[in-house]
């Protein structure tokens, strides 16, 4: 029996044609005072319920980073934005990304988040937007497990959500 191969490669998360216009939205994000928003920890617990996942996030992608801005579930810490599955959430602004088996999806079967901690299997996010339409990071929820369908309204309740989200986050002055 030859043993089953570990793919080595995925998906790099793009950067986008506006960047540095995106970049000047998310440099006025407070994410100091963003992470203590007990509003926002509330609508990423609210996020893993509605999803029945381990784990709820909001985070905000910068040129080379994903942020962790609050978790709900877990411990995860900030990454490279190339691996982030939220970096890929951004680059489609008007849309909900769902990954229903993020380990059988050829963009992540190589990913490290997918082959080591956190296993993500599962993964669907909304882009936080800014006033002005910049996709600042994402609100997203993750399982080990993998998942078969996904309702229309949880869909349309996610996106509501992450529009909530975004008018909380905290703005430099």
């Given at each position: 029996?030859?043993?089953k191969?570990?793919?080595?490669f995925?998906a790099?998360?793009?950067l986008?044609?506006g960047?540095?216009?995106?970049?000047?939205?998310?440099?006025?994000?407070?994410?100091?005072?963003?992470?203590?928003?007990?509003e926002?920890?509330a609508?990423?617990?609210?996020?893993?319920?509605?999803?029945?996942?381990?784990?709820?996030?909001?985070?905000?992608?910068?040129?080379?980073?994903?942020?962790v801005?609050?978790?709900?579930?877990?411990?995860?810490?900030?990454?490279?934005?190339?691996?982030?599955?939220?970096?890929?959430?951004?680059?489609?602004?008007?849309e909900?990304?769902?990954?229903f088996?993020?380990?059988?999806?050829?963009?992540?079967?190589?990913?490290p988040?997918?082959?080591?901690?956190?296993?993500i299997?599962?993964y669907i996010?909304?882009?936080?937007?800014?006033?002005?339409?910049?996709a600042?990071?994402?609100?997203?929820a993750?399982?080990?497990?993998?998942r078969?369908?996904?309702?229309?309204?949880?869909?349309?309740?996610?996106?509501?959500?992450?529009?909530?989200?975004?008018?909380?986050?905290?703005?430099?002055?």
């Amino acid at each position: 029996m030859v043993p089953k191969l570990k793919p080595i490669f995925h998906a790099l998360a793009p950067l986008l044609r506006g960047e540095k216009q995106r970049q000047t939205a998310v440099d006025k994000v407070d994410s100091a005072r963003s992470k203590q928003s007990p509003e926002l920890l509330a609508i990423v617990e609210e996020v893993a319920a509605l999803f029945g996942t381990e784990m709820g996030i909001a985070t905000l992608i910068d040129r080379q980073s994903q942020h962790v801005l609050v978790c709900h579930g877990g411990d995860l810490d900030s990454g490279p934005r190339d691996i982030s599955f939220c970096g890929h959430t951004i680059a489609r602004p008007d849309e909900v990304m769902c990954v229903f088996d993020a380990a059988n999806d050829p963009r992540f079967a190589g990913n490290p988040l997918v082959l080591d901690t956190p296993h993500i299997r599962f993964y669907i996010g909304a882009p936080l937007l800014s006033p002005e339409g910049e996709a600042l990071g994402a609100l997203c929820a993750i399982d080990s497990l993998p998942r078969m369908k996904l309702l229309p309204e949880q869909s349309k309740r996610l996106r509501e959500l992450a529009d909530k989200a975004a008018a909380l986050l905290a703005v430099r002055n």
